[in-house]
Structure formats: C-alpha cells, structure tokens
T-cell receptor, first 112, second 113 residues
C-alpha cells in the first residue's frame, strides 16, 4: 500500500517557470524524502526534510512539510529543460522506519 | 566510486526460466534493497537487507529470493519467471541508520515472455 501520493500526476511548464509538486501521506512520519528519476535511470535523492522542520532549501529546490495536513510540496524555481524527470516523494513505512514507501510520482516536462 | 552497480542491464526470459540479478555497492553501506517499478507506479519493495547476514520481505516478495552475499553484494533470484514479473528492477543501498537517503543503481529491465 502506498503511503505517499504525488499530485499532479503530470505537469508541463515552460523553461524559466516554477514547478510545484505536492505529496500527501496517511500516517505520522519522522521524515520525508524527495527523489528524481530521469527517463531510463535510477532514482536520485534530492532532499530530506525531518518532521520538526517546516521548510528546507537546496539550490533551486524548496521543500515544505505540513505535518498537521500530512502533506509536503516540492518547488523547483526557474526550471530548465534538464529538470524534465519524474519526481517521487518517499516516506518511512509505518512500523519500519528503514523501509521507504514511494508514491507513483509526478512527471514533469519542461519545454524549451 | 562506482556507487551501486547492477547486472545485467537488460534480460529476456521465457516463462519458467530462472535467473539472478546482481547488485554491488562500494560505499560501505549496511542496508541494501531490491525494488520493482511498473509503468505508472512508484517503486515497490521486494526484499531488503538491513545489515550483512539479514534479509526481510518487503511488500511484494512472492516469486523472489535474495542472498546478501557479503556487505557489498545483494542478489535477487527469480526461480521460475512469470510474465507478471516483467518489470524494471532497482537495487539501492543506504547507510542503514534512520533518516537515511537511498542510493540507486541504474536498473535491470526484465521481460518475461
């Protein structure tokens, strides 16, 4: 069963625009991670946010976490064609912190 | 450092055949994982090994076996392949502590006919 679910399933924007993806989850967590997957490749870790953090930045990425709403968002600013990829949120499996449960992802397309 | 490597990259099997997917990591990580990814879905955990000498079932273990050969290597075996096992398989590793990111290999694309 999936813990996190991303929204939207697909997003298409112009280069230079910002892209926002959301993740909702069901049970209490102590951290949430975002990963990127380029077509035909493995996943690459982007950022981890802990439950006591509300916002975290890494370069052009900004992640927020609202534990009261059980949701997180990933913002990519000034997007580039190279940002075209699938983005997944991952949360610890309930009862097994070292296992991650992945959502089905948001497919982001950045048009040049 | 090569990170996480997987072999083979592609494989076609006939129903009933067996094969072993190999995975190795050179980051001295304690934990290793096998996932499968099907179109339009996220990753589903097949088996994982929290540390050398231990293995545990994940969400979808049926039809698979694993071996944690040593700290570096974690293999996934399909004893009698079925078309439902057509998928892309990813191996991953992590330090094995809580709040750990996972590092993924490039994947093995398996087709069972």
């Amino acid at each position: 069963s999936q813990q996190g679910e991303e929204d939207p399933q697909a997003l298409s924007i112009q280069e230079g625009e910002n892209a926002t993806m959301n993740c909702s989850y069901k049970t209490s967590i102590n951290n949430l991670q975002w990963y990127r997957q380029n077509s035909g490749r493995g996943l690459v870790h982007l950022i981890l946010i802990r439950s006591n953090e509300r916002e975290k930045h890494s370069g052009r990425l900004r992640v927020t976490l609202d534990t009261s709403k059980k949701s997180s968002s990933l913002l990519i600013t000034a997007s580039r064609a190279a940002d075209t990829a699938s983005y997944f949120c991952a949360t610890p499996k309930s009862g097994s912190a070292r296992q991650l449960t992945f959502g089905s992802g948001t497919q982001l397309t950045v048009l040049p | 450092n090569a990170g996480v490597t997987q072999t083979p990259k592609f494989q076609v099997l006939k129903t009933g055949q067996s094969m072993t997917l190999q995975c190795a990591q050179d980051m001295n990580h304690n934990s290793m994982y096998w996932y499968r990814q099907d179109p339009g879905m996220g990753l589903r955990l097949i088996y994982y090994s929290a540390s050398e000498g231990t293995t545990d079932k994940g969400e979808v273990p049926n039809g698979y076996n694993v071996s944690r050969l040593n700290k570096r290597e974690f293999s996934l075996r399909l004893e009698s392949a079925a078309p439902s096992q057509t998928s892309v398989y990813f191996c991953a590793s992590s330090l094995g502590l809580d709040f750990n990111e996972q590092y993924f290999g490039p994947g093995t694309r398996l087709t069972v006919t």
